[in-house]
């Protein structure tokens, strides 16, 4: 049975222009931040003191990153803004464009094309929305005040904040003039500092990392980013379940992105993938969502599993899984 696919709705704030109050960000959380980067970098405390100056609250962040797209949208809502015809045809056409590029990828990572093609979609539509907020003041923001002050974030965010601004001193960019998505993710690939210091790659070989322009380093940086968080060479990601009954749905209960059980468990359950070559150990997991008329069930592997890697959210992995599977169709 094919599954049906769904497009990601997290372009659609990253399109937004941010609404700014003239409130400045919190002095004294800024002051320590500064004598911090100061102490470990050896960065000038009155240039970043100034740059800082220059940033203000912005609502639309705040508001953004409280209610995320994946926890607002329903399942069908969500699969519907994601997958479309067009969504679908511009992939199939950035596929032919970029296939030599594509297929280095696989060879070189081990991850598929209507994977890293998939993803790139559900970013940002090949490269076509890859925000407009500015990234310094998306991460200062959620550094300094995220929303419902969630420590655990506002330490995640100020640690994206450091990796940002020595980004930003290795590759001589402007850190005032960088643009993104409201969480301050960059490019055609939405990455992070963080993986954009690490894993992205220069896969054109022009001497730049450019994962705003270069079809081919999103592409490369995208397939070393899932290689790097596990992905397995030539192993499945998800397929169709049939179920005995809809007793069976609690097995699909628990919480995190990893797989839990295997092949062999599942089918004591009476649950089987569409797979028929799959082995008893093969590591697994029951995945469920609520659709428009019941619900709906698919047996997700490891590689699955690094999706999440990508975006924890099960809504967002499933997209991936089904618009992959479509733009695979499409090129057979």
Known sequence: MR?????????????????????????????????EMVGKHGFDETELTTLFSKIKRSVTISNSAARPAEKTRTWPEYRKRAVTAAQIKNGVKFWRKNKKALERARKIYGVPEHIIVAILGIETRYGKITGNFQVLRSLSNLAFHYPGDVKHRAKLFRDYLEQYLLLCR???????????????????????????????????????????????????????????????????????ATMPSDNMFHLAEGSGIRTNTDITTLAQAGIYPSQSDLSGDTKARLWCLEEEIGTACWIGYHNFSVIGRYNPRLKYMMVVAHLGNELLEKMK
């Open 3 to 35: 599954f049906k696919l769904i497009v990601l709705a997290g372009f659609v704030f990253s399109a937004w222009s941010p609404i700014v109050i003239s409130e400045p960000l919190n002095t004294v959380l800024v002051k320590n931040f500064v004598q």
């Open 170 to 240: 290795e590759e001589g960019f402007d850190p005032l003039l960088i643009k993104g998505s409201y969480a301050g993710a960059m490019g055609m690939i939405q990455f992070m500092p963080t993986p954009f210091r690490r894993i992205a790659v220069d896969f054109d070989g022009d001497g730049k990392r450019d994962i705003w322009k270069s079809d081919s380093d999103a592409i490369g940086s995208v397939g070393n980013y899932l290689m790097d968080r596990g992905w397995i060479r030539g192993e499945y990601v998800l397929s169709s």
